[in-house]
């Protein structure tokens, strides 16, 4: 055995060459390799790039295989940074490689800094960088060899594996100068993780991702990875982000300012793009809050606070579906403008971005068709202030809004349930609820409500018309709303209008008042172009009429003028809109209405209130030649009265109208001022009544007016310029008869179209020409002057057929008369119990038909219009009561055709049928003497209570006679007084 000395020299010569091996291996991968590297860096990134490149130190181990760059710096040739890192570490596994794998056990990035920016829409810092690269490139001799085509077709050699990738710390600096504004942004520190990252089929990475954005905002992405094939599964979560980053970028393009808002955004992403792309993104939960959006220079926002939630959405591509569960807008505050010039703020800022995006070719998408599912839209609590500058005085309007929407899918025929709840700061709420489909047309049906709607906002419109006020005034409404293809808009429901009150601004008083103005089951239809209102009731009307010292009315001073082609378009459009819609209305119904006028156009003011004042006006339609009827009954001052009764056609007042004013008890001190304008003379005391009738056929009208003037007696005279010098004091008495009336009648008739004609001037003339013939024959009159008295007809009062209820004027007489009997405690008043057999028969019969018929409608639950269920009601009497002709032949009296000549259907004149069936029934209803004798003796005994209750007469002063019967006198039935000594 040889001893370790022979072995060793006999190998001395192979230990000296691998020890010199190791040593040369050790001083070229420790000292040369790295010094070699370093130079060969900086030279090659100078000569292909032109980047000055420097590093502090460059380390390599040669036997674990680890690398490390400490402290390099990258900038370009204007010595701007491009980018740095603190140090950079490899560690490779090269024994790997005779398994065909070229693994990294590790990399790591300390600190690393990126300079990115972009100088034109084509040109970065990368494009410089590569369009330097390919200019210092050495031709290739093999130009015809593609490397790329030669790769693809042997496939990769090794398999690429990283054991561990670490960037920490990193640093993105970016510059933009495309804009119109410099954009630039740090995005610090950045750190990302990668675990077992690997090229071979099927081996999955576990990924890291940790962005900081500006403003404290985080970007963190986490999950796992696979190359072959390609497939990324985790999730994404953006924390805090600041809507100002995107906004500064694109400002230049925004119409709006954005000083305010955040992004928070979560969820998770399975996307695999191994044969096409499949993108599932999941549990998407966004909300985006603390918006502040201005208009450019307005100090004001448009939009401020409030959040936009979206919850659990879900998106599958290419498959295009969306599908979320829930968005919510929550607690925003919109402004909205329109200034003066009729331009909408909003509007303003966004039809520049909707004009950029309009092409002039559309093109087809290959992608499937948006398919958008939300299964649940609500609006919470947003307020929305709207300034209308377009009025005078702007008009303000702010509200509260919520509302839901539920189904909200851009399907065909989808039906999304809503609702939504309005209330306004300035009074009242504003509800709707039903359905909405927008495909493949737009339809809604829906129960909508007002509450207590004040009108109060209306004022700034008032303004641009009148000088009215707005003071007081509510809607309240419930209406179903119909809108659909077939029907653009119908509407059935009801409307109330209440406490509303409108004044004089002028004058500061009061113009108009209404406790309560119901509009009963409105069925309006565009479709049908047709509007029918059952019944319209109004309570407590109060309006205020003035006549000024020039002669002017105060409704026409209060209208101001409009420019002129406002005004005829806005009576263009009224004539168009009359003349094609078929309008209907069952009735008017008016409750305790009152009126006060003044005319100061005279030398002394006259001032009368009309108040009381109840009646209904009947149905009217546009399909229907039956006239309008008019009846209304009222008090003037204390213990006048008028009515007023009539029959007129709406649509054609001067082709037939007939109206009949009737005032009585009117007292004449107070119609002194226009004595005065007259004839110079004031009125001391004095009664009267007034019968005012008009007609107007084709224009022409025929007038009488019938004045009955009692115990008249002449006040003072007064000097007045026009008034006409009349022996007053003779001519009344000449006129006076033997119980102290005067009767006029004074005829009038004229062309109501001749500019030249005005009713007052002409019975101005005729009563002076009465006059002036009078005392102008002064005997003829003297035997009115013998036996005649001053003492007033208290002897008897008056009742209206049918009716037992005491009237105004009555009462007055029954005072008097009481007043005069308590001075006189030993006569008695004998009562009567008249009636007119005629007369009251044929009310009470109206009487009690008009019971029925009301009384049948009232147990009527049908939907109908009021004239029909008047049809059903007197068609149902009609058969009771065994009538003839029967109704199919009274409706054929009263059908018509529109074309004689074509079998068409016949159309029922509803108004005129139901009118020829009420008249057939009263003709027919039974009265009897006792209903009679019954009438005659509640008159009595109206008159005893009414004794009682206001006199100061004892039991013996009143007496019962029996019943008398009687005729009646001028519309009045009398009740004649006896007096009997106790």
Do not use: C
């Not at 962005?211 to 970007?219: S, T, V």
């Not at 928070?264 to 793009?273: C, E, K, R, T, W």
């Not at 009679?932 to 009682?948: D, G, P, S, T």
């Amino acid at each position: 055995m040889e001893s370790a000395k022979n072995t060793f020299l006999k190998f001395r010569s192979l230990l000296i060459w691998v020890v010199s091996i190791l040593l040369l291996y050790t001083l070229i991968g420790f000292f040369l390799l790295p010094w070699l590297a370093e130079r060969q860096l900086v030279k090659t990134l100078h000569e292909r790039l032109g980047v000055e490149a420097s590093v502090e130190k460059i380390h390599f181990n040669p036997y674990t295989f680890e690398a490390t760059v400490d402290k390099l710096h990258l900038a370009n040739e204007q010595n701007e940074p491009l980018a740095a890192w603190d140090k950079f570490y490899f560690n490779l596994q090269p024994l790997q490689l005779f398994q065909l794998k070229l693994r990294i056990e590790e990399i790591t990035i300390d600190a690393p800094k990126l300079y990115f920016q972009r100088y034109s829409s084509s040109e970065n810092t990368l494009t410089r960088l590569a369009e330097r690269w390919n200019v210092t490139a050495k031709t290739d001799v093999a130009e015809d060899v593609d490397p790329l085509e030669d790769n693809e077709q042997s496939g990769p050699l090794f398999t690429l594996e990283i054991g561990e990738f670490n960037y920490t710390n990193g640093e993105i600096a970016y510059r933009d100068d495309v804009p119109a504004s410099r954009f630039e942004t740090l995005l610090s520190p950045i750190n990302i993780h990668l675990d077992h990252f690997s090229t071979a089929a099927g081996e999955t990475a576990n990924k890291d991702l940790v962005f900081a954005l500006e403003n404290d905002a985080k970007l963190t992405l986490n999950g796992k990875m696979v190359l072959s094939p390609l497939q990324f599964t985790g999730e994404v979560n953006l924390e805090n982000f600041s809507l100002q980053t995107p906004y500064r970028y694109l400002q230049a393009q925004l119409p709006f300012e954005l000083q305010q808002g955040r992004l928070v955004l979560q969820l998770a992403y399975d996307i695999d793009l191994a044969d096409t792309a499949n993108v599932e993104l999941s549990e998407i939960n966004l909300d985006l809050s603390g918006f502040s959006l201005h208009q450019p220079g307005e100090a004001a926002a448009l939009l401020q606070g409030g959040s936009l939630t979206v919850s659990n959405g879900q998106f599958v591509f290419p498959d295009n579906q969306l599908t979320i569960d829930d968005v919510a807008l929550n607690d925003f505050k919109i402004a909205a403008t329109q200034n003066s010039e009729g331009e909408f703020n909003w509007l303003q800022l966004f039809e520049p971005l909707l004009e950029g995006n309009t092409d002039d070719e559309p093109t087809e998408s290959e992608l499937a068709p948006l398919q958008l599912n939300i299964a649940n839209i609500e609006i919470n609590n947003t307020r929305l202030a709207v300034e209308d500058q377009m009025p005078a005085s702007a008009a303000n309007l702010a509200l509260l809004l919520s509302a839901t929407l539920q189904n909200f899918s851009l399907a065909e025929d989808q039906q999304m349930p809503f609702t939504t709840l309005i209330s306004l700061d300035s009074g009242g709420e504003i509800t709707a609820e039903g359905d909405l489909q927008l495909f493949p047309s737009v339809a809604v049906q829906a129960e909508t409500g007002i509450d207590q709607l004040s009108l109060i906002p209306v004022q700034p419109y008032l303004n641009k018309f009148a000088h009215i006020e707005m003071v007081s005034g509510k809607i309240d409404s419930a209406a179903s709303i119909t809108s659909n293809p077939q029907e653009p808009f119908a509407i059935q429901g009801n409307l109330t209008l209440s406490d509303m009150q409108l004044d004089n601004q002028q004058l500061d008083e009061k113009l108009l008042s209404l406790d309560n103005l119901s509009v009963n089951s409105i069925d309006f239809s565009l479709a049908k172009q047709r509007v029918a209102i059952s019944e319209v009731i109004i309570d407590e009307l109060y309006s205020r009429v003035l006549i000024n010292e020039n002669g002017e009315t105060n409704l026409a001073l209060l209208i101001k003028e409009q420019p002129e082609s406002e005004a005829s378009q806005t009576e263009s459009t009224n004539s168009e809109t009359s003349s094609s819609y078929d309008v209907s209305l069952g009735r008017v119904k008016i409750n305790n209405a009152s009126s006060r006028f003044t005319d100061q156009n005279l030398p002394i003011v006259f001032d009368a209130l009309m108040q009381n004042l109840n009646g209904e006006i009947s149905g009217f339609s546009t399909s229907s030649k039956q006239p309008v009827d008019i009846a209304l009954e009222g008090q003037v001052d204390e213990y006048g009265m008028v009515e007023i009764d009539g029959a007129m056609n709406p649509l054609d007042v001067m082709a037939q109208t007939s109206i009949k004013l009737a005032f009585s008890n009117l007292d004449l001190p107070a119609m002194s001022p226009y004595t005065v304008k007259f004839a110079g003379r004031q009125i001391a005391e004095g009664k009267g009544d007034i019968d005012l009738t008009y007609e107007v056929v084709d224009s022409e009208l025929t007038a009488s007016n019938n004045i009955v003037i009692r115990d008249i007696k002449l006040g003072e005279r007064v000097e007045t310029p026009g008034a006409m010098d009349l022996p007053l004091d003779l001519a009344v008495g000449l006129l006076k008869n033997s119980k102290g009336v005067i009767e006029l009648n004074i005829p009038v008739s004229g062309n109501v179209n001749d500019p030249q004609f005005a009713m007052g001037p002409v019975i101005r003339g005729a009563i002076g020409n009465a006059l002036r013939n009078i005392v102008s024959a002064p005997f003829r009159f003297l035997g009115s002057l013998i036996g005649i008295g001053n003492d007033e007809s208290i002897d008897e009062l008056r009742f209206r057929a049918g009716r037992a209820d005491l009237a105004p004027p009555e009462q007055e007489k029954l005072h008097k008369l009481v007043e005069a009997l308590a001075q006189r405690p030993q006569l008695a008043l004998q009562i009567p119990a008249p009636f007119d057999e005629a007369a009251d028969r044929q009310r009470l019969q109206v009487t009690a038909v008009e019971s029925r018929i009301d009384t049948r409608l009232n147990e009527t639950e049908s939907t109908q219009q009021l004239n029909e269920k008047r049809q059903h009601v007197l068609e149902a009497l009609y058969l009771q009561a065994g009538l003839s002709p029967d109704l199919q032949t009274l409706q054929q009296e009263f059908s018509t055709t529109e074309d004689a000549n074509e079998q068409s259907q016949a159309e029922l004149d509803i108004l005129a049928y139901n009118d020829s069936l009420k008249k057939r029934l009263i003709e027919t209803e039974t009265v009897s003497d006792a209903q009679l004798q019954q009438l005659a003796q509640q008159r009595q005994q109206a008159v005893i209570e009414f004794i009682k209750q206001n006199g100061e007469l004892n039991d013996d002063q009143l007496q019962t006679t029996d019943s008398v019967s009687t005729k009646l006198d001028d519309g009045w039935l009398s009740m004649k007084f006896d007096l009997e000594t106790i």
